[in-house]
């Protein structure tokens, strides 16, 4: 898929189909129009129950992301953009449609939380389902660069969260080089379509305020999807988030108490070491701001002149994440994985 991540070994074009075409099922269209070679993946259908014209109206013009460089219509319910020509679908029950011939349905409605729902693509003719986001109903909740290992013959797969692909590959890699005693994450996170544009009832008080005109103390599902993905870390890692009043691309603020001390120079030298072998991540020494990272695929990228240590034994680690880009690039590579399967 991207230059980053899983590639799949087979030489038949994988089929998705996209159940939900909001932020994250636009973003995975967008970037498989942006694939090297455009017959990696075929798109069967993008399933969605808003009305055609808006779908194909909000995918031409994204306010985070820019307006897409070709032309979108989307005539006798028919996405056309690019040479493509993808059949738009209404149906609020995934199961009633034919997904024969699909290697995996990308589920991206964020309704998926029980088993029934999360089966619908498989009960559709669809071979796999990949979640994007946390789920209960997943056989196995999947992060790239931290645990691929577990996928095995999983139908119902989840992509963790933004965060958690964030998060993970650097704690196993973190573990790897130092050990990691105990650890906190702070996410500094833009604001999402689960807070109010004005202050309106939440479940939540402080995410019931405006989410553009405030510094929002939250949770975060990540806390305890690490102990599900690294299992080795399970009590050891807490976490917790802030929402902040801009659009795009979060941060990951990471302090943790090493088993190996380890100087400052000699842990910031193999850290960089590190990150150049995961795939997933990155690395600058150049003084960003969250703008420049508008659009990276990568998991994390993380800041080098943030890098902290403390008396050799606490380090401070500090990385950005497009929570939209990145995330949607890592479906699009676990996709590959669940697909390539049928081929070995």
Same mark, same amino acid.
């Given at each position: 898929?991207? %230059?980053?991540?899983?590639?799949?070994?087979?030489?038949?074009?994988?089929?998705?189909?996209?159940?939900?075409?909001?932020?994250?099922?636009?973003?995975?269209?967008? $970037?498989?129009?942006?694939?090297?070679?455009?017959? =990696?993946?075929?798109?069967?259908?993008?399933?969605?129950?808003?009305? #055609?014209?808006? @779908?194909? &109206?909000?995918? $031409?013009?994204?306010?985070?992301?820019?307006?897409?460089?070709?032309?979108? =219509?989307?005539?006798?319910?028919?996405?056309?953009?690019?040479?493509?020509?993808?059949?738009?679908?209404? $149906?609020?029950?995934?199961?009633?449609?034919?997904?024969?011939?699909? =290697?995996?349905?990308?589920?991206?409605?964020?309704?998926?939380?029980?088993?029934?729902?999360?089966?619908?693509?498989?009960?559709?003719?669809?071979?796999?389902?990949?979640?994007?986001?946390?789920?209960?109903?997943?056989?196995?909740?999947?992060?790239?660069?931290?645990?691929?290992?577990?996928?095995?013959?999983?139908?119902?797969?989840?992509?963790?969260?933004?965060?958690?692909?964030?998060?993970?590959?650097?704690?196993? @890699?973190?573990?790897?080089?130092?050990?990691? %005693?105990?650890?906190?994450?702070?996410?500094?996170?833009? &604001?999402?379509?689960? $807070?109010?544009?004005?202050?309106?009832?939440?479940?939540?008080?402080?995410?019931?305020?405006?989410?553009?005109?405030?510094?929002?103390?939250?949770?975060?599902?990540?806390?305890? @999807?690490?102990?599900?993905?690294?299992?080795?870390?399970?009590?050891?890692?807490?976490?917790?988030?802030?929402?902040?009043?801009?659009?795009?691309?979060?941060?990951?603020?990471?302090?943790?108490?090493?088993?190996?001390?380890?100087?400052?120079?000699?842990?910031?030298?193999?850290?960089?070491?590190?990150?150049?072998?995961?795939?997933?991540?990155?690395?600058?020494?150049?003084?960003?701001?969250?703008?420049?990272?508008?659009?990276?695929? %990568?998991?994390?990228?993380?800041?080098?002149?943030?890098?902290?240590?403390?008396?050799?034994?606490? #380090?401070?680690?500090?990385?950005? &994440?497009?929570?939209?880009?990145?995330?949607?690039?890592?479906?699009?590579?676990?996709?590959?994985?669940?697909?390539?399967?049928?081929?070995?």
């Amino acid at each position: 898929m991207v %230059e980053l991540g899983a590639q799949p070994c087979n030489t038949s074009p994988m089929r998705i189909a996209i159940n939900g075409f909001g932020r994250i099922g636009r973003t995975i269209l967008r $970037q498989v129009l942006n694939l090297p070679n455009p017959d =990696d993946v075929q798109v069967a259908l993008i399933n969605d129950i808003a009305p #055609a014209d808006m @779908l194909g &109206y909000l995918f $031409q013009y994204d306010s985070t992301f820019g307006p897409l460089p070709h032309a979108v =219509d989307t005539a006798n319910d028919v996405l056309s953009v690019a040479g493509r020509h993808i059949p738009l679908t209404r $149906q609020g029950d995934l199961s009633r449609l034919d997904l024969s011939g699909v =290697d995996v349905v990308l589920e991206c409605t964020g309704i998926a939380r029980e088993t029934d729902v999360a089966r619908r693509g498989l009960q559709a003719g669809a071979r796999s389902v990949l979640i994007s986001g946390p789920s209960p109903a997943a056989e196995v909740t999947l992060v790239l660069g931290a645990n691929e290992d577990r996928l095995g013959r999983a139908r119902i797969v989840s992509n963790a969260s933004c965060t958690t692909n964030a998060l993970a590959p650097l704690l196993g @890699l973190l573990d790897d080089l130092c050990g990691v %005693e105990t650890a906190h994450m702070t996410t500094i996170h833009c &604001y999402t379509n689960s $807070q109010p544009m004005v202050d309106a009832p939440r479940g939540d008080m402080a995410r019931s305020r405006a989410g553009a005109l405030s510094m929002v103390p939250t949770t975060t599902s990540a806390t305890h @999807l690490i102990d599900e993905v690294l299992p080795q870390l399970a009590g050891r890692i807490s976490g917790a988030a802030l929402r902040v009043p801009t659009a795009s691309v979060s941060a990951v603020d990471l302090v943790l108490t090493m088993r190996q001390a380890m100087g400052a120079d000699a842990f910031a030298d193999a850290l960089r070491a590190k990150v150049g072998k995961q795939a997933v991540l990155g690395w600058t020494d150049h003084p960003l701001v969250s703008s420049d990272l508008r659009s990276r695929p %990568e998991s994390l990228v993380i800041a080098g002149p943030e890098t902290r240590i403390v008396n050799d034994r606490q #380090a401070r680690v500090f990385g950005w &994440y497009d929570n939209e880009w990145g995330f949607s690039a890592r479906m699009l590579d676990v996709a590959a994985l669940m697909a390539d399967r049928e081929t070995v």
